[in-house]
C-alpha cells in the first residue's frame, strides 16, 4: 500500500515539473556567435537600455525597447512570438532579465547577446552617438 501510493505520488510530481523542464531556454551568444547568425526578416534586435542610453550609440539596425520604462511586457504583447529576437544593453543584466519575461510569456527563440560595449568591440557595425 505504501509502495503504491508513494510510486503514484511521484509519478504526480514528475508530471507536473515536465512541461517546465519543455520550455525553450534564452540562449546565450557572443558577440562572435551573433555575426555568425544569418540575420533575415524573421529577426528582431533589441536594445532594451535607456533612451539617453541608446543615443549614446547603438548596434545598426536595433529597436530601442526600454526595459525600465514600466511598459515593457505591455509592448512585447503586440510582437510575433514566432520570431527571433535578439537582445542586449549596458551589461547584459537588463537583457538578460527581459530574454526571460519573454520566455515566460511564451517566446521560443530568445538570444541574450550582451552588452552594447563588447558588441561595440567585436566589430558589429553601430550608429549614434560617438561610434568610433
Known amino acids: ?5 508513494l510510486t503514484l505520488l511521484t509519478g504526480l510530481l514528475l508530471s507536473c515539473t515536465s512541461p517546465q523542464q519543455d520550455a525553450p531556454k534564452v540562449k546565450q551568444l557572443t558577440p562572435n556567435e551573433f555575426k555568425a547568425q ?3 526578416n524573421k529577426a528582431v534586435l533589441l536594445d532594451v537600455r535607456t ?3 541608446f543615443a549614446g ?5 536595433a529597436e530601442n525597447v526600454d526595459y525600465r520604462s514600466g ?5 512585447m504583447q503586440n510582437w510575433d512570438k514566432d ?3 535578439y537582445l542586449y544593453c549596458a551589461s547584459g543584466n537588463r537583457s538578460g532579465k527581459a ?3 519573454m520566455r515566460e510569456a511564451g517566446f521560443k527563440h530568445i538570444y541574450n547577446i550582451g552588452s552594447f560595449s563588447t558588441l561595440k568591440e567585436a566589430g558589429l557595425p553601430t550608429e549614434g552617438g560617438d561610434t568610433n
Do not use: H, I, S
Open 71 to 75: 511598459d515593457f511586457a505591455k509592448q
Open 38 to 40: 544569418k540575420l533575415d
Open 57 to 61: 550609440g547603438y548596434v545598426d539596425g
Open 1 to 5: 500500500m505504501k509502495m503504491t501510493l
Open 99 to 101: 530574454a526571460e519575461l
Open 83 to 85: 520570431k527571433v529576437y
Open 51 to 53: 533612451p539617453q542610453e
